[in-house]
């Protein structure tokens, strides 16, 4: 599915973002019973370290800080949308013989909101797209604009494993930290523009990953082709989720863009941060070059795969 924004001009901006405060590496992982798998195993993947809550910290006061920041950074929010990958994430836990309705279902989003002081603001929660959660928060959230409006969104971003879970998926070979991030969408033309989304989704439960490989080609190309870009001349920047690194190489080799930057920064030190490896990624690597092509590739188990295509600002 292809969505376009080529005519209703969006713009991503005031990126932040906020790890758990406690990291540990894959032999401390290992000896508290953390890891399904070996340690050399996920080593060879990349991985290292991964940053979990600390002992005193919640997820809760994770999200607020990059919220807080991000809105700081520009008057007036309209809305805010929220995503998660793990459910226990979406909403606070609750006593089982809790008798109050209302106290069972503590969403995080209304708790993060009460905990700043935000109120009166309609709010959204985006859930089953796992990690590739970038792609569909901003789905939901470009879709609250209206081309005769100036409207500002705060997109939030968080997941901390429930205790006691292990950190690393045994097959994909993944290991994740508790993190949490924020950015602005808005009219406001800064950062990057948001030129179209592609989204597709299965629910088989294992894809193999040749067709990861292929369907990224093809959905890239199409983006390409619909927005009529001549990748071949562009200057391209490609952003890749902390995960599979083998085959987001083999995608960057079989797309044929001359001028492009291959980005998966930091698997080493922060492993997988699901949605938030992008907004990191975008954080990190704006360098006020008008019109640069960034091309962002969000996978979640489920199965789904998302690229956008953002052309970048002069203003971050």
């Keep these: 599915m292809i969505v376009t924004y080529k005519d209703d001009p969006v713009f991503l901006h005031s990126f932040n973002y906020a790890l758990g405060g406690l990291r540990r590496n894959l032999d401390e992982l290992k000896d508290q019973n953390l890891l399904l798998g070996d340690v050399a195993t996920l080593r060879e993947a990349g991985y290292e370290y991964n940053f979990a809550l600390g002992s005193n910290e919640t997820l809760l006061q994770l999200a607020s800080r990059p919220v807080l920041e991000t809105g700081q950074m520009s008057d007036g929010i309209d809305a805010m949308v929220f995503q998660h990958c ?59 604009f209206d081309s005769s409006e100036a409207r500002s969104t705060i997109c939030v971003m968080a997941d901390s494993m429930p205790p006691g879970v292990p950190f690393n998926m045994l097959r994909e070979r993944i ?83 001359p001028r492009r930057e291959h ?42 795969l998302g690229v956008c295509i953002l052309r970048e600002e002069a203003a971050p």
């Excluded at 994740?176 to 033309?189: M, N, W």
């Excluded at 067709?211 to 890239?220: C, G």
Aim: aromatic share 10%.
């Design 86 to 144: 793990y459910q226990e994430s979406a909403v606070l836990p609750y006593a089982p013989n809790e008798p109050d309705v209302a106290l069972r279902n503590r969403y995080f989003a209304a708790e993060v909101m009460r905990e700043l002081k935000l109120d009166h603001l309609p709010y959204l929660c985006s859930f089953a797209s796992g990690c590739a959660g970038f792609a569909s928060i901003l789905l939901t959230a470009a879709g609250l």
């Design 175 to 257: 290991l994740q930290s508790d993190q949490s991030s924020a950015f602005r969408l808005g009219r406001e033309r800064r950062g990057y523009r948001l030129l179209e989304i592609n989204f597709y989704s299965t629910v088989r439960i294992a894809v193999r990953f040749v067709e990861i490989v292929r369907r990224a080609v093809e959905m890239i190309n199409a983006l390409a082709a619909e927005l009529r870009l001549e990748m071949t001349q562009s200057d391209v920047a490609l952003h890749y989720p902390n995960m599979f690194p083998d085959i987001w190489r083999m995608v960057t080799r079989y797309l044929t863009m």
């Design 263 to 304: 980005i998966m920064e930091n698997i080493r030190e922060r492993a997988h941060c699901m949605a938030t490896d992008s907004v990191v990624t975008l954080k990190n690597h704006h360098q006020r070059r008008e019109g640069r092509i960034h091309v962002i590739v969000s996978y979640g188990i489920g199965l789904h």
